[in-house]
């Protein structure tokens, strides 16, 4: 296996709408290890990016490498948290079944979750504060529960590098807890976590590493040096809230409101 | 198993004791089993079950409407079939599915290549082979065709059709779809709920969609010239419905389905044959609807009543 420094390397990417680019020659690298949130505007491509990159949607150009190997190779190593409304949540099925699902790939053709899986399974929930609702079907739940058996099914794959799209919306405070918590612990075991966030005022909190994206990436690096003023406005143009306190800029723009 | 899930298995266990006895009952209203009532009810319950199966997964994945669209757009196909090949009934069937299968396609094409958006397509496609099918059966009525008799039964559905073959062919898919389900399970299950997820993955979500689209395919077919290219889709997904009511687990909705299926089209299939020239399919179709009506109203936590009471209770409450 090559070894690489990144975890994912994207170079020339381009997707394109109906002949409208919704990303435009994208070159990113994200190095083993850090904690990602991408940023932007809405219809920047957030979501597209990490799509394209796993091969959902159909790029018009470009290259992606998971740890230098192309996808095919490193499905076993990736881990997906689609965004919650993505999905049917009537869906006839509860908690732990979904989060066994996090193994169907893995267990191979005409093979049954066994009881290890059920275990595994379980342990996840437990992770995101959820075993005690596992036998819960999922449209009972609240949209933040939903979001952390999404999370529990995730952990379960036991990637090394997981996507993450959106796990922050509309969620409530207990939630976002369980989700920075496990953000941290999953850092701590040496994986690379890659999620799309849209709040600005937490990135430099729970990120060390951040992309600024709209349609092209404006900038990418350590959180401590391209979270600056200057490209966040390159990124959002005139429509941002407010830009996050504690950024080295002038008061008045602190508290800028689109 | 939790608690709640082992009362659904009890209510499910229930139900096809009902059912099943619901044979000696009729015996003994005075329905007469023989030869042939017996190959009808037969027939009927199995073409139901395979309707539950697929009609499981047609719901779920949003496509219920895609049945009805194949159905009618196979209707040309049976008639061309006529045309070339006479009364064969192998050749009826693959007609129907030649012209039903085109239909399929030409929708899916239609909303990913033009601005037209599905159900657009789909209303479109359905009238435009629809139309043509009544044409050439129209065409092959005028026709001093001694062998032509049954054809127009394609419409509405025609029970006492069956013979010991048919039976034969309907066991038969029911044991290769039954199969099949089983085999692809968690497969099928996870690309019904989050393909994005399947595919992600690895699992080879391009042939498996193929595969469980041919089967809702193959089920319409064979069900066509028992519920009739009209109603064909309210047998493909009544079950079903009435049976989402009810679970909370995949595997309790498909067995559930099964059973309602199963006693539409049986039930349905010996009312049809009791008086000469009743049609089948609107009978099924009436049983079945009257479990999707009995399970709206009365199903734990999802029906109608149940949700009144809840809220009168919440009343009492503040």
């Given at each position: 296996?090559?070894?690489?420094?990144y975890?994912?390397?994207?170079?020339?990417?381009?997707?394109?709408?109906?002949?409208?680019?919704v990303?435009?020659?994208?070159?990113?690298?994200?190095?083993?290890?850090?904690l990602?949130?991408?940023?932007?505007?809405?219809?920047?491509?957030?979501?597209?990016?990490?799509k394209?990159?796993?091969?959902?949607?159909?790029?018009?150009?470009?290259?992606?490498?998971?740890?230098?190997?192309?996808?095919?190779?490193?499905?076993?190593?990736?881990?997906?948290?689609?965004?919650?409304?993505?999905i049917?949540?009537?869906?006839?099925?509860?908690?732990?079944?979904?989060?066994?699902?996090?193994?169907?790939?893995?267990?191979?053709?005409?093979?049954?979750?066994?009881?290890a899986?059920r275990?595994?399974a379980?342990?996840?929930?437990?992770?995101?504060?959820?075993?005690?609702?596992a036998?819960?079907?999922?449209?009972?739940?609240?949209?933040?529960?939903?979001?952390?058996?999404?999370?529990?099914r995730?952990?379960?794959?036991?990637?090394?590098?997981?996507?993450m799209?959106?796990?922050f919306?509309?969620?409530?405070?207990?939630?976002?807890?369980?989700?920075?918590?496990?953000?941290?612990?999953?850092?701590?075991?040496g994986?690379?976590?890659i999620?799309?966030?849209?709040?600005?005022?937490?990135?430099?909190?729970?990120?060390?590493w951040?992309?600024?994206l709209?349609?092209?990436?404006?900038?990418?690096g350590?959180?401590?040096e391209?979270?600056?003023?200057?490209?966040?406005?390159?990124?959002?143009?005139?429509?941002?809230?407010?830009?996050?306190?504690?950024?080295?800029?002038s008061?008045?723009?602190?508290?800028?409101?689109? | 198993?939790?608690p709640?899930?082992r009362?659904v298995w009890?209510?499910?266990?229930?139900?096809?004791?009902?059912?099943?006895?619901s044979?000696?009952?009729s015996?003994?209203?005075?329905?007469?089993?023989?030869?042939?009532?017996?190959?009808?009810?037969?027939?009927?319950?199995?073409?139901?079950?395979?309707?539950?199966?697929?009609?499981?997964?047609?719901?779920?994945?949003g496509?219920?409407l895609?049945?009805?669209?194949?159905s009618?757009?196979?209707?040309?196909?049976?008639?061309?079939?006529?045309?070339?090949?006479?009364?064969?009934?192998l050749?009826l069937?693959?007609?129907?599915?030649?012209?039903?299968?085109?239909?399929?396609?030409?929708?899916?094409?239609?909303?990913?290549t033009?601005?037209?958006k599905?159900?657009?397509?789909m209303?479109i496609?359905?009238?435009?082979?629809?139309?043509?099918?009544?044409?050439?059966?129209?065409?092959?009525?005028?026709?001093?065709?001694?062998r032509?008799?049954g054809l127009?039964k394609f419409?509405?559905?025609?029970?006492?059709?069956?013979?010991?073959?048919?039976?034969?062919?309907?066991?038969?898919?029911?044991?290769l779809?039954?199969?099949l389900?089983?085999?692809?399970?968690?497969?099928?299950?996870l690309?019904?709920?989050?393909?994005?997820?399947?595919?992600?993955?690895?699992l080879?979500t391009?042939?498996?969609?193929?595969?469980?689209?041919?089967?809702?395919?193959i089920?319409?077919?064979?069900?066509?010239?028992l519920?009739?290219?009209?109603?064909?889709?309210?047998?493909?997904?009544?079950?079903?419905?009435?049976?989402?009511?009810?679970?909370?687990?995949?595997?309790?909705?498909?067995?559930?389905?099964?059973l309602?299926?199963?006693?539409?089209?049986?039930?349905g299939?010996v009312?049809?044959?009791?008086e000469?020239?009743?049609p089948?399919?609107?009978?099924?179709?009436?049983?079945?609807?009257?479990?999707?009506?009995?399970?709206?109203?009365?199903?734990?936590?999802?029906?109608?009543?149940?949700?009144?009471?809840?809220?009168?209770?919440?009343?009492?409450?503040?």
């Amino acid at each position: 296996m090559p070894a690489s420094p990144y975890a994912l390397e994207i170079n020339d990417l381009t997707v394109a709408y109906r002949n409208t680019p919704v990303l435009w020659d994208i070159d990113l690298r994200v190095p083993s290890g850090v904690l990602m949130g991408i940023i932007g505007p809405n219809g920047a491509g957030k979501t597209t990016l990490i799509k394209a990159a796993l091969g959902l949607i159909p790029r018009a150009a470009g290259d992606v490498r998971f740890f230098g190997l192309p996808l095919r190779q490193a499905r076993a190593r990736i881990g997906y948290v689609p965004q919650r409304n993505s999905i049917d949540w009537d869906f006839p099925t509860t908690a732990l079944d979904v989060a066994m699902m996090g193994l169907y790939g893995k267990l191979g053709w005409l093979r049954r979750p066994d009881r290890a899986a059920r275990q595994a399974a379980l342990a996840a929930l437990e992770q995101v504060g959820m075993a005690h609702l596992a036998e819960r079907q999922i449209g009972q739940l609240s949209g933040g529960q939903q979001q952390r058996v999404f999370l529990a099914r995730a952990l379960v794959q036991n990637a090394d590098l997981y996507f993450m799209d959106e796990p922050f919306a509309a969620v409530d405070a207990v939630t976002e807890r369980a989700i920075v918590n496990l953000l941290g612990a999953l850092r701590k075991q040496g994986k690379t976590v890659i999620v799309v966030h849209h709040d600005l005022q937490t990135v430099a909190e729970y990120f060390d590493w951040v992309t600024l994206l709209n349609v092209e990436v404006i900038a990418s690096g350590a959180t401590s040096e391209v979270f600056t003023e200057e490209n966040i406005r390159r990124t959002y143009g005139g429509r941002i809230g407010a830009l996050p306190a504690g950024l080295n800029g002038s008061p008045e723009a602190s508290a800028y409101v689109a | 198993m939790s608690p709640e899930d082992r009362r659904v298995w009890r209510f499910i266990g229930a139900v096809a004791l009902c059912m099943a006895l619901s044979v000696p009952l009729s015996m003994a209203l005075g329905v007469q089993y023989d030869y042939t009532l017996t190959h009808v009810a037969l027939g009927g319950a199995l073409l139901g079950a395979l309707c539950g199966m697929a009609g499981t997964f047609a719901v779920l994945r949003g496509q219920s409407l895609i049945g009805d669209t194949l159905s009618h757009a196979a209707l040309p196909g049976v008639a061309l079939a006529f045309l070339l090949f006479g009364r064969e009934p192998l050749a009826l069937l693959l007609g129907a599915a030649a012209t039903g299968g085109l239909g399929i396609l030409l929708v899916n094409w239609l909303s990913s290549t033009t601005r037209l958006k599905q159900d657009a397509a789909m209303g479109i496609v359905l009238a435009a082979f629809f139309a043509i099918g009544v044409a050439l059966l129209s065409y092959i009525q005028g026709r001093a065709d001694a062998r032509q008799a049954g054809l127009d039964k394609f419409i509405f559905g025609q029970a006492a059709a069956i013979i010991a073959r048919d039976v034969v062919i309907l066991g038969a898919a029911c044991l290769l779809i039954g199969a099949l389900l089983l085999a692809f399970w968690k497969e099928f299950k996870l690309l019904t709920f989050d393909p994005d997820f399947a595919r992600v993955n690895g699992l080879p979500t391009g042939w498996l969609n193929g595969l469980l689209s041919t089967l809702i395919v193959i089920v319409c077919v064979i069900g066509l010239q028992l519920a009739g290219v009209i109603l064909m889709v309210g047998l493909l997904i009544a079950p079903a419905v009435a049976a989402r009511q009810w679970t909370r687990r995949l595997e309790q909705m498909i067995v559930l389905a099964m059973l309602f299926g199963a006693f539409s089209g049986g039930s349905g299939a010996v009312l049809s044959a009791l008086e000469r020239g009743l049609p089948t399919g609107p009978l099924m179709i009436a049983v079945a609807c009257g479990l999707v009506l009995v399970a709206l109203l009365f199903a734990p936590q999802r029906g109608v009543l149940w949700q009144l009471r809840q809220r009168r209770r919440l009343r009492g409450e503040v």
